[in-house]
């Protein structure tokens, strides 16, 4: 009987995260474990020129020499940066041609991790789908990328892992908007891996393009970590938006596995007038820590974040955003939804500051945070430095619980009790959610839904 | 056989005994007024019936169409055809109230093997029942009673039930805060829901209600019993008299 329950229990938390699953598919490792050899691997296997491989070896070097911080409200067990593969790839032909060539196990995993059904005719080549161009990061190399040719005719030159080892190089000339939503999948599948991408997109003058990222990882019982840098650069009256949906293996009820996604996300408004807006929506990851922050030293430049960060169970998560206000007439937006459950810890952290030369800056933040239960924590943390008397700064910020009355409404109108939740849930994240692409929004709600399941006795 | 059969029910609310033995029988096509005091249990015996989270049956039965209504989860009532009007409807920030509705019936639909309402059934519905109790297709569209007066609340009730289409219908209090031209909006939307199929308890402070809606039965709660039941004429000599000396 216990054995049957147990079973019964196994089956029902493992069909609670659904991109659990690994594939077997054969890969080249580094040798495990991290010192110059490892690097020095890396940079052959991307047959680097030399100035790259100084460039790393200078930042390993450097990063031997530091301390984890300790500011955030988090409890983080320390890792063993040897116990780990910092480079893993599928093995297979040293180019591709066309998606056909592609390991069918790959394609296989991008239908169970859900791809949005748009994205899958994409991949599948279906004739007549909407043009979202899908990057697939598998590990560390990038395997497929579709739409190359057509991005090149718009002008969109997209080069992946022609810099770093793994991620995204995007560059969008002068005047050109980019015609399709650039979307980036980032799976880790090996054992023991560390996921290290770099992306870095640069829209030129008057230049517009909106990318998406999503991430999965398989359900295993050791943490795993992704630690990506993103850098984004807009020149003069240029706009990036940039979505993550990052839905990584958040580890079990009782906070076992799980990744540590700690991620370095940061914007250069350069150009006067240029934008740029983070929308994320982080429901997954054992430990989440991020913060997508904007430079804005462009006259007239806008910043924007809108984050929903869901945490569960024993998840944590210390995210927010920098705002940092160096040209005149600078203005930034920051609206945060962060939702907690079960015996999870949630904090939204952000920084604005305005530099003293910067006239007529303007902030507004909003933090809401929702609390389902009541072993959960919230916990807002802004910070204010101003140097210039004409800024116009506002903070608002609202914690309440999840209440029975509109439970019940919803119950009582024949919606079951997880359901009604995630109705809720939705209609809080909406201001949020409704930055995101069409098609991504709809993914989003769907896992904001399955994310709580059974969170609310 | 009754549509709704209450029998000496007892229910508590957190440590204590609102309910104290309340026997109810409404036939399917009936009309009944429950009327009585501040404190007597009314809300309680919606919530109850309803299948609110704290508001617990320790005694009696409930039976629904021949069924046992409290055995039933809340959402499962509501398919089984059980619709509770509440007195203060509830705010439901971002969620549309379009998207509530279609929610709500499509789970109903789910729950009683029936396809899902295509949308543009489901916006010609949602219109109708709108345009039937005042409601602009912009109160559909906003968040549900997101900034709607009492009134509106009120008649966004009444659309939810239209729209919903439940065999049996308890309406809490439905008429107060009404003005005069809304009460007879929610009155004609009852009597036009009125159907041999259908029945209603509606459960009021005052007879005013009852001068638009005419019911078949009028009963009196007090002391979380019913003491007394007659026709409509017990509602004005209730509104004449006070409850001090009926419910007694």
Known sequence: ?457 | MAMLKIENLHANVGDKEILKGLTLEVGAGEVHAIMGPNGSGKSTLGYVLAGREGYEATSGSVTFDGRDLLAMAPHERAAAGFFLGLQYPVEIPGVSNLNFLRTALNAQRKLRGEPDISAADFMRLARTEADAFDLTMDHMKRGVNVGFSGGEKKRNEMVQMALLAPKFAVLDETDSGLDIDALKTVAGGINLLRSPERGFLLITHYQRLLDYVKPDKVHVLSGGRIVRSGGPELAHALEREGYGELAA
């Open chain 1, 1 to 457: 009987m216990a054995a049957n329950e147990q079973a019964l229990a196994l089956a029902k938390e493992q069909s609670k995260y659904k991109w659990g699953f690994s594939s077997d598919i054969e890969s080249d490792f580094a040798p495990k474990g991290l010192d110059e050899d490892t690097v020095r691997f890396i940079s052959a296997k991307k047959a680097e020129p030399e100035w790259m491989l100084e460039w790393r070896l200078k930042a390993f070097r450097l990063w031997q020499g530091m301390e984890s911080p300790d500011w955030a409200k988090l409890s983080i067990p320390p890792i063993d940066y040897q116990d780990a593969y910092y480079y893993a790839a599928p093995r297979k032909k040293p180019t591709l041609k066309s998606l056909d060539e592609l390991d069918p196990e790959i394609l296989l995993t991008y239908q169970k991790l859900g791809i949005p059904i748009e994205e899958q005719k994409v991949l599948a080549g279906v004739e007549g789908a909407r043009k979202v161009a899908v990057d697939a990061v598998f590990d560390s190399v990038s395997v497929a990328t579709t739409f190359r040719e057509e991005l090149k005719r718009a002008g969109v030159i997209f080069l992946n892992s022609a810099v770093f080892s793994d991620g995204t190089f995007v560059y969008v000339p002068e005047g050109v908007r980019c015609p399709m939503e650039l979307s980036t999948y980032f799976r880790i599948n090996a054992e023991n891996t560390g996921q290290f991408e770099r992306t870095l997109i640069i829209a030129d003058k008057g230049a517009y393009v909106s990318y998406l990222e999503g991430c999965t990882a398989p359900q295993r019982d050791e943490n795993q970590l992704h630690a990506a840098v993103v850098e984004l650069v807009a020149l003069e009256d240029a706009e990036i938006k940039y979505s993550t949906v990052q839905n990584w293996y958040p580890g079990d009820e009782n906070g076992k596995g799980g990744i540590y996604n700690f991620v370095t996300k940061r914007a250069h408004c350069r150009g006067d007038r240029s934008k740029v807006s983070w929308t994320q929506v982080e429901t997954g990851s054992a430990i989440t820590w991020k913060y997508p922050s904007c430079v804005l030293s462009g006259k007239d430049s806008v910043g924007e974040f809108y984050s929903v960060a869901l945490t569960n169970n024993m998840q944590q998560a210390d995210t927010g955003t920098k705002m940092i206000h160096l040209g005149a007439g600078s203005r930034s937006t920051i609206i945060s939804k962060g939702i907690s459950a079960g015996r999870s810890n949630n904090t939204y952290r952000g920084l604005v500051r305005v530099g003293p030369s910067a006239e007529g800056v303007r902030n507004f933040t909003q933090c809401d945070s929702l609390l389902l239960g009541s072993e959960c924590g919230a916990h807002t943390v802004p910070y204010i430095e101003v140097k210039n008397p004409s800024a116009q700064i506002e903070h608002e910020a609202t914690t309440s619980k999840i209440s029975d009355d509109q439970l019940f409404y919803a119950q009582s109108r024949g919606l079951d009790r997880e359901a009604a939740v995630a109705l809720i849930v939705n209609g809080f994240a909406k201001e949020v959610l409704q930055q995101l692409p069409m098609e991504f929004a709809v993914e989003a709600q769907k896992l904001l839904g399955i994310s709580l399941e059974g969170s609310v006795g």
